[in-house]
């Protein structure tokens, strides 16, 4: 049986998305990105067009995911193709392992090495990056991304869009807001307002030079 998965964005998580999605038993995926036709390949794969190609010819598809590093632009983007009627998949790694009482909302992907614990939820549209863990009774909003090997304890609320970075950890019960970035390594103990980047050991607010 054939498998298309559509693609909306040409970048190394783009291809990412694309492995994940070959392994799942998709038999196609087909790129698309804004760059196009600046950009008209991406690892082993063509790119076919825009957003409004992809608009144009969502039917023949039977998923679509976005496949965008930026969380708000990824978090737009679904929103767009949503409304034409795009069927989203959620790409779950056959080495990931998710609690079957953990909830994964649509167009999100868990990648290799991934845990998600027991009551667990999970938005649209959020990665979970290679070896990350996400403990019991966490909250992720839509957007989020979990990059690789960074660890959120119980209980951790993540706001919208946040980015908790590289081999970053969370304690148990913190809430961090909407739009954060949580640097490379950092040991988050306290609340973290939206809009701010922390980072360090405890971490802390810091300002871009
Ligand atoms: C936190 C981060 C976003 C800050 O980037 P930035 O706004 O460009 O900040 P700058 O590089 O200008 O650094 C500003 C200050 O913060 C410090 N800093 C930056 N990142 C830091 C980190 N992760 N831990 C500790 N200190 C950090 C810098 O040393 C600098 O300090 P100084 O003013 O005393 O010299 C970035 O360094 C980072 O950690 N990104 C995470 C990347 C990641 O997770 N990638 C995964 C891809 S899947």
């Not at 868990?110 to 614990?117: H, L």
């Not at 667990?120 to 996400?134: H, P, R």
């Not at 690789?148 to 869009?161: I, K, M, N, R, T």
Request: net charge negative.
């Amino acid at each position: 049986m054939i498998m298309r998965l559509a693609i909306l964005g040409a970048s190394g998580h783009g291809k990412v998305v694309a492995d994940i999605a070959l392994l799942l038993g998709y038999t196609d995926v087909v790129f698309f990105d804004d760059s196009w036709p600046n950009k008209n390949s991406i690892g082993s794969w063509s790119v076919a067009g825009t957003t409004q190609t992809l608009l144009d010819s969502i039917i023949d598809f039977e998923a679509v995911i976005v496949g965008i590093g930026n969380n708000r632009v990824r978090l737009e983007k679904q929103v767009v193709l949503a409304a034409a009627g795009a069927t989203f998949v959620t790409l779950i790694h056959p080495a990931a392992v998710v609690s079957n009482f953990a909830k994964i909302s649509k167009g999100s992907v868990i990648c290799a090495g991934v845990v998600v614990g027991t009551e667990t939820k999970v938005g649209a549209g959020v990665i979970l990056n290679s070896g990350a863990t996400v403990d019991h009774d966490c909250r992720l909003a839509d957007g989020v991304h979990v990059a690789p090997g960074a660890h959120l304890s119980g209980d951790v609320q993540v706001g919208e869009c946040s980015w908790i970075g590289i081999g970053a950890c969370v304690k148990q019960g913190v809430s961090i807001g909407s739009d954060v970035m949580v640097g490379a390594g950092a040991a988050v103990i306290n609340e973290v307002p939206s809009g701010v980047t922390v980072a360090g050991n405890p971490a802390r607010p810091i300002v871009s030079k």
